[in-house]
């Protein structure tokens, strides 16, 4: 797991993550027979979690992503002949 995301990044997510457990924590003492207060507190110690270690899954997930689709309109199977012989079609959507 390489770090993903910038310190400043890290230390609002630490700061928020810290507000929602806090936040979720004083409701469910006032009312405890309340179990919606329970995913914001989990949420909130994600935030935490990611802040601390500075990895992000999702922004690994839309990294990777953003990596595999870099050429959308050019297919692996065709060659760079094929691609450039085939003229433009701008209503043709991939």
Same mark, same amino acid.
């Given at each position: 797991? *390489?770090?993903?995301?910038? =310190? /400043?990044?890290? /230390? =609002?997510?630490?700061?928020?993550?810290? !507000? &929602? =457990?806090?936040?979720?924590?004083?409701? &469910? =003492?006032?009312? #405890?027979?309340?179990?919606?207060?329970?995913? #914001?507190?989990? /949420?909130?110690? &994600? *935030?935490?979690?990611?802040?601390?270690?500075?990895?992000?899954?999702? !922004?690994?997930?839309?990294?990777?992503?953003?990596?595999? %689709?870099?050429?959308?309109?050019?297919? *692996?199977?065709? !060659?760079?002949?094929?691609?450039?012989?085939?003229?433009? %079609?701008?209503?043709?959507?991939?």
């Amino acid at each position: 797991m *390489k770090p993903n995301i910038g =310190v /400043l990044n890290a /230390l =609002v997510r630490i700061t928020c993550g810290f !507000t &929602m =457990v806090a936040w979720a924590t004083a409701k &469910m =003492v006032k009312r #405890p027979w309340r179990d919606s207060y329970l995913i #914001p507190a989990i /949420l909130g110690g &994600m *935030k935490i979690g990611e802040g601390i270690t500075r990895f992000c899954p999702l !922004t690994y997930l839309v990294e990777k992503q953003a990596q595999n %689709n870099k050429n959308p309109y050019f297919n *692996k199977e065709q !060659t760079e002949q094929e691609h450039e012989a085939t003229p433009f %079609n701008p209503l043709n959507k991939i």
